[in-house]
């Protein structure tokens, strides 16, 4: 496994992460002890960086997690996120109407003792704002997580969705080490100023849903999807957009298999191709994807490899949004 350097701190992580959203939240049902194998199989491959939320599962993939982190603490960087709570005990997507962020002080407070407990560690290596709360000044909320660094809850602290305003006003206040943001071959916002600007401030980059979610593998299954699955109410999946995407899907695949790869691995090492200060990280809970996801960290595109991309996406522009309005509300502030 190639390591990579998390911002200035020198913490070397694996090139791939490991997303664990998927194992208890958003994606349909899961099984309990096949993640599990997942996480034990993720460590035998060197894959040392878990990612993971509050929000996910409402606090059970937290849980989940803790079966396998707490005897192999040593050998695991842990990131979790707070601000997305629920007016019930359901959790659900960011647009649901039953989901609220909140940033304020006096949550955070509650949020990093609550995910503590539910890891069962001592220390957060990395902690997030989910979202920047647009009720409350960034700086504010950076001032509290700061605390938490000083009272030796969380090691290092990231933001997630933010704006390059946001992220030069919180790097004023904290160093930042890590911008969680969506970033893939099909979602690209963030090469326009939010890149440049982490970049001159030594910020990493963790592109979460690099594989577009799963969008090569799956757009031609959202008829198979389970009911609470959240990818069926994106605009990617609609019906305006489909006969684009399964288009675009199928020559992004074909382009693959002519190099003897998956259109998903295709997919992630193009991310992977970007830089050496972006640390992605696919979600799985199947042992499977685990291993093809692991083995596009050593493909190398080539530049006629990346022009042939870049022309496939230009044949099929209309791809649609990556999120719902609602949820696009929340992300970029």
Request: with cysteine.
């Amino acid at each position: 496994m190639e390591f990579r350097k998390l911002g200035k701190t020198g913490q070397g992580l694996s090139a791939i992460g490991l997303g664990c959203m998927g194992m208890s939240f958003a994606y349909g049902p899961s099984d309990e002890q096949e993640s599990i194998n997942t996480l034990h199989k993720a460590l035998d491959l060197g894959v040392n960086f878990w990612d993971t939320a509050d929000m996910y599962g409402n606090g059970e993939n937290e849980k989940l997690i803790s079966k396998v982190l707490v005897p192999n603490r040593d050998k695991i960087f842990i990131a979790t996120k707070f601000g997305f709570r629920f007016k019930g005990e359901k959790a659900s997507h960011s647009a649901d109407s039953g989901t609220y962020f909140d940033g304020s002080p006096e949550w955070i407070k509650k949020a990093v003792d609550f995910s503590l407990q539910r890891l069962k560690i001592e220390e957060i290596d990395l902690y997030y704002a989910h979202r920047v709360d647009k009720n409350i000044p960034i700086e504010e909320t950076v001032g509290v997580m700061a605390d938490l660094v000083k009272a030796g809850k969380v090691k290092y602290l990231g933001l997630s969705e933010a704006s390059p305003e946001s992220i030069r006003k919180a790097n004023k206040i904290h160093p930042i080490t890590a911008l969680q943001s969506e970033y893939s071959i099909l979602t690209k916002d963030v090469e326009n100023e939010i890149l440049p600007t982490i970049r001159e401030l030594g910020i990493t980059l963790v592109p979460y849903s690099p594989l577009a979610r799963g969008f090569f593998s799956n757009i031609n299954e959202i008829q198979n999807f389970a009911n609470e699955d959240f990818r069926k109410t994106l605009p990617r999946y609609q019906a305006e957009y489909l006969e684009n995407n399964r288009k675009l899907a199928k020559e992004i695949n074909d382009f693959a298999e002519s190099k003897g790869i998956k259109g998903t691995q295709l997919a992630l090492a193009w991310v992977l191709n970007q830089g050496n200060d972006i640390i992605p990280i696919p979600g799985t809970k199947r042992i499977k994807y685990l291993e093809e996801n692991i083995a596009a960290a050593s493909i190398k595109l080539s530049k006629s490899d990346l022009e042939i991309i870049d022309s496939i996406l230009k044949k099929y522009p209309n791809v649609g949004e990556r999120y719902t309005e609602g949820s696009m509300k929340l992300v970029n502030n």
